[in-house]
């Protein structure tokens, strides 16, 4: 191969890209951005960003220097619009079309919003780092009260930040307990509970009908508050909608590859065509007999490892075997989840207390097999425990 094109900016692409070097690719490495911005990562625009204690240079997911030194052409600002159907050429908005022999989608997803808040003031998603300094704004213009619609972890890392700035936060999510269908019903409730600790309320199992709105200053209209399904309006000067994301898919339209809520790939990332490769959250893989997305930033890393290999080998061998690692920190307390764990398995207590906020668990299925580690404030143990408790899949087999 002697061009391979990425196309996403953030981490994925970038991920795949130091893949691709580190797997010998000594070729032309062309990486398609659609943001303005230098790749940045996204954890902390919910967390330390949001709250104002590092800035853009500290979030960047390549300098200067990595620049150089993968021999990057960086094409920023420029929007993919098209994959011929062979994979050969990615043609740009501008009608620039670049030669290629390979391709990596990593166009990853976008935040799904509520239907008619499109430019309503005061409503906001949190996907990107636009998005992130426009939140801050409006969080630090008085004291807002804030409404939340999602109390998924971007939901509550938020509600985390906006209560550390001394907000008043209200949570709204559909679910009886909210988490529950990741972390399963004991461990989801042990995270929940520290809303209520930390003085945020939640109100789970609420339905949302629409907004109130009030006209803004410019003639256009303001939020005033989020309606619900019972017929009460919980008022609110900023509301934040965190209810998933929807992959980026639209450029793939003629491409020939199945698009289906993401881009189906086999299980070693590979898609319908050999010289196209799918990672992060766009990538939708087979998994025994289903297929599911990822959107957690450690398997695009793993992915992009997988993928890179299977790219320049030009077909599958290496498979992606997840380690299921995903972490969130919400009120001071870091949350760590390693494995594959369903909501219905019994849940052990292996260290600490769950009411002190600090604690370590590990879930079991029928078989009394460890499926998963869960740790609750206390990074250290986690480790401990991870490591002795589950073994880490190799990474390509
Ligand atoms: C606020 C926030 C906090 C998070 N916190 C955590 C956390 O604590 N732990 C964790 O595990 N995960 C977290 N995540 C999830 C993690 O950030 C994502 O899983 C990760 O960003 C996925 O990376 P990606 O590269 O696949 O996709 P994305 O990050 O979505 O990047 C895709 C890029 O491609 C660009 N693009 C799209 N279409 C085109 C096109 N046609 N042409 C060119 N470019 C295009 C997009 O604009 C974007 O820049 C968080 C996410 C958010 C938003």
Same mark, same amino acid.
């Given at each position: ?209 629409? #907004? /109130?709105?009030? %006209? =803004? ?9 989020? &309606?619900? $399904? +019972? !017929?009460?309006? @919980? ?101 760590? #989840? /390693?494995?594959? %764990? =369903? ?9 600490? &207390?769950? $009411? +002190? !906020?600090?604690? @370590? ?37």
């Amino acid at each position: 191969m002697k061009t391979i094109t990425v196309v996403g900016g953030s981490v994925a692409g970038i991920r795949s890209a130091e893949a691709l070097r580190r797997a010998g690719f000594g070729g032309r490495l062309v990486l398609v951005g659609d943001e303005a911005h230098r790749p940045y990562d996204r954890p902390p625009l919910s967390k330390a960003f949001l709250a104002g204690s590092v800035d853009e240079d500290a979030i960047g997911l390549v300098d200067d220097d990595d620049e150089a030194e993968l021999a990057l052409e960086l094409r920023l600002g420029a929007t993919a619009s098209r994959l011929d159907p062979a994979g050969r050429r990615v043609v740009l908005a501008d009608g620039t079309e670049i030669a290629t022999d390979g391709v990596v989608v990593a166009t990853g997803g976008r935040a799904r919003r509520l239907p008619g808040t499109e430019g309503v003031e005061g409503v906001h998603t949190l996907r990107t780092l636009d998005d992130a300094v426009a939140l801050r704004r409006d969080l630090r213009d008085g004291s807002p009260r804030v409404v939340i619609v999602g109390g998924g972890f971007i939901g509550a890392e938020v509600a985390s930040t906006c209560r550390a700035m001394g907000l008043t936060v209200t949570v709204l999510d559909g679910l009886p307990l909210p988490l529950a269908p990741v972390l399963g019903p004991r461990i989801a409730r042990s995270c929940v509970d520290l809303h209520a600790v930390h003085g945020t309320e939640l109100r789970p199992g609420t339905s949302v009908s629409g #907004l /109130a709105t009030v %006209p =803004s200053r410019d003639g256009g209209r303001r939020v005033a508050g989020v &309606e619900l $399904g +019972d !017929g009460t309006t @919980v008022a609110a000067d900023v509301v934040i909608v965190g209810i998933g994301i929807v992959p980026n898919t639209g450029w793939l339209d003629g491409s020939g590859l199945t698009v289906d809520n993401g881009v189906r790939t086999d299980a070693g990332m590979v898609t319908d065509l050999p010289n196209v490769v799918a990672v992060g959250d766009v990538a939708r893989w087979s998994r025994g007999a289903g297929a599911r997305r990822h959107e957690h930033w450690t398997s695009a890393g793993e992915q992009a490892e997988v993928a890179a290999a299977n790219l320049l080998a030009g077909g599958p061998g290496a498979t992606f075997r997840p380690s299921g690692y995903v972490w969130s920190e919400q009120y001071g307390r870091m949350l760590q #989840l /390693a494995g594959h %764990p =369903s909501a219905h398995d019994r849940v052990e207590i292996v260290d600490g &207390e769950v $009411g +002190d !906020g600090r604690f @370590v668990a590990r879930y079991l299925d029928g078989e009394g097999t460890t499926t998963g580690v869960f740790a609750m404030g206390d990074p250290r143990a986690f480790g401990r425990f991870r490591r002795s408790e589950l073994r880490r899949p190799a990474a390509a087999a």
